[in-house]
T-cell receptor, first 111, second 113 residues
Framework: KQEVTQIPAALSVPEGENLVLNCSFT??????LQWFRQDPGKGLTSLLL???SQREQTSGRLNASLDKSSGRSTLYIAASQPGDSATYLC??????????WGAGTKLIIKP | EAGVVQSPRYKIIEKKQPVAFWCNPI?????LYWYLQNLGQGPELLIR????????DSQLPKDRFSAERLKGVDSTLKIQPAELGDSAVYLC???????????FGPGTRLTVL
């Protein structure tokens, strides 16, 4: 059974820093992997989707990498801003089309 | 382009009452999902539709939960009767197909008293 772990569970950094959020999964037979952000009391916003054949995907200040063989993905946020404060979740998609969710990393960017 | 629309945003009911949630997916998205999310946890899939067919409802508690997507567009999720433990956020998501990126609606926060 696929298990997804996100480390750290919480992170607080000053504005302007570059940071890395980690996601690991136990079963490398995934189809793709999505990163989402969730603001308090809100729904989930899709940030990036990486196909299993890809190594990286970029959108603005965000860069996600995928190492399927080692069961790891990272989300890199450059020049962090207070508006980046949210919970970030990773979700690999299995061959049965289901997303398997991590518990998330709660990120706080201090002005 | 409009995103996934859900209503109501909030619902408070007493236990044993029925409740229904509505979802309108992104235009052209064939796949629709209903999830349940408890505080501090990731979403849990309840049911997945491909057009009007429920292709994965293995995690839907069928004794009290039901869903429909009659014309392959809008969908309704119903709980009857509601229990205290059903208090959660109910999320709807859609994608072009089961292989593609999922987009989520804002959710319905249900409180059962």
């Amino acid at each position: 059974k696929q298990e997804v772990t996100q480390i750290p569970a919480a992170l607080s950094v000053p504005e302007g820093e570059n940071l890395v959020l980690n996601c690991s999964f136990t079963d490398s037979a995934i189809y793709n992997l999505q990163w989402f952000r969730q603001d308090p009391g809100k729904g989930l916003t899709s940030l990036l989707l990486i196909q299993s054949s890809q190594r990286e995907q970029t959108s603005g200040r965000l860069n996600a990498s995928l190492d399927k063989s080692s069961g790891r993905s990272t989300l890199y946020i450059a020049a962090s801003q207070p508006g980046d404060s949210a919970t970030y979740l990773c979700a690999p998609k299995e061959s049965n089309y289901q997303l398997i969710w991590g518990a998330g990393t709660k990120l706080i960017i201090k002005p | 382009e409009a995103g996934v629309v859900q209503s109501p945003r909030y619902k408070i009911i007493e236990k044993k009452q029925p409740v229904a949630f509505w979802c309108n997916p992104i235009s052209g998205h064939n796949t629709l999902y209903w999830y349940l999310q408890n505080l501090g946890q990731g979403p849990e899939l309840l049911i997945r539709y491909e057009n009007e067919e429920a292709v994965d409802d293995s995690q839907l508690p069928k004794d009290r939960f039901s869903a429909e997507r009659l014309k392959g567009v809008d969908s309704t999720l119903k709980i009857q009767p509601a229990e205290l433990g059903d208090s959660a956020v109910y999320l709807c998501a859609s994608s072009q197909s089961q292989w593609n990126e999922q987009f989520f609606g804002p959710g319905t926060r249900l409180t059962v008293l």
